[in-house]
């Protein structure tokens, strides 16, 4: 799809079963706009002679060593969590039992 056409934004809304606002409308219709021609510019990079990833293939850019490091405090990560349960992060549930 060209980034000129006009994207049905109500029919995307609905297959990704979204509730959209009608004033949210226009200001979704203008970004998907912006994405699909940032899709269509990267579309038009010569690729030619670029071999595909691969894990097998030697890396281009050192990594760094692969050592055991001192674990990260407890406490500062404990510190900035939103939430704590003991000395755990709490996270609110999102699957139903």
């Known amino acids: 799809m060209a980034a000129t056409e006009s994207v049905d934004v109500a029919a995307l809304a609905q ?3 979204l509730s959209l606002e009608a004033h949210d409308a226009e200001t979704v219709a203008r970004q ?3 994405i699909l021609a940032h899709l269509e510019t990267l579309q038009a990079i ?8 691969s894990p097998d293939a030697p ?3 050192p990594l760094r060593s692969d050592v055991a490091e001192a674990p990260l405090d ?3 990560i404990l510190a900035g969590a939103p ?3 003991g000395e755990l992060v709490a996270v609110p549930r ?3 039992t």
């Open 59 to 61: 890396a281009s850019a």
């Open 83 to 85: 939430a704590v349960d």
């Open 74 to 76: 407890r406490a500062a």
């Open 32 to 34: 998907l706009g912006e």
């Open 94 to 96: 999102f699957v139903d």
């Open 15 to 17: 297959l990704a079963r």
């Open 46 to 53: 010569d690729i030619d002679g670029v071999l595909p990833w």
